[in-house]
């Protein structure tokens, strides 16, 4: 098991930059990815961002070239870098640690941390 602690959120203006934490509670040397999602009301929730073991990055069309994932090892931290945000980047940011054991997969995620993005 894992317990993630997100923090960074807050209110930003249009084109401002803001950094996402994700705190783990154990080593994340050897989690298989950690992945950034959000969410807004009535939508589901999407993968927009993801580190490997080996940081190895992806991310979705819709924050290539704004938005950058790295990870810390020694502080089982990852980070979400966001820059030139814009109003439909608004929405709540969730941490997900993805494992994988063999043949056995789990998923866990932190409590979310809102970012909003207004004049």
């Known amino acids: 098991q894992v317990q993630l602690v997100e923090s960074g959120g807050g209110l930003v203006q249009p084109g401002g930059s803001l950094r996402l934490s994700c705190a783990a509670s154990?080593?994340?040397?050897?989690?298989?990815?950690m992945g950034w999602y959000r969410q807004t009301p009535g939508k589901q929730r999407e993968l927009i961002a993801a580190?490997?073991?080996?940081?190895?990055?992806n991310y979705a069309d819709s924050v290539k070239g704004r938005f950058t994932s790295s990870r810390d090892n020694a502080k089982n931290t990852v980070y979400l870098q966001m820059n030139s945000l814009k109003p439909e980047d608004t929405a709540v940011y969730y941490c997900?640690?993805?494992?994988?054991?063999?043949?056995?997969?789990?998923?866990?995620w932190g409590q979310g941390t809102q970012v909003t993005v207004s004049s």
């Open positions: 154990r080593s994340i040397f050897s989690i298989y990815a």
């Open positions: 580190i490997t073991s080996g940081s190895k990055t």
């Open positions: 997900n640690a993805h494992i994988v054991v063999g043949a056995a997969t789990a998923d866990y």
